[in-house]
């Protein structure tokens, strides 16, 4: 019997049980998976800006050293 817990990608608790923990306990994990989806995001885009520069970089290397007198 799986656990409510065992999808990641889903909170483990309703927002609407009667339990005032749970409830709280659901706003936190949605807001923790919000912020861990928008920081996944981001680190993906700095991982591509990154491979961008290095690939700039090696062509003005390729560059300098194929015109060099």
């Known amino acids: 019997m799986p656990l409510p817990a065992d999808d ?3 909170p483990a608790y309703s ?3 009667p339990d005032p923990l749970e409830r709280l306990t659901h706003e936190q994990e949605t807001r ?3 912020e861990e989806k928008k920081n996944e995001r ?3 885009w700095y991982l591509a800006y990154f491979l961008f520069g290095i690939h ?3 062509f003005v290397m390729i560059y300098a050293v194929t015109h060099a007198k």
Do not use: C, F, K
């Open 8 to 10: 990641p990608g889903t």
């Open 42 to 44: 981001m680190m993906w």
């Open 32 to 34: 923790r998976l919000a």
């Open 56 to 58: 700039i970089v090696a």
């Open 15 to 17: 927002a609407d049980a």
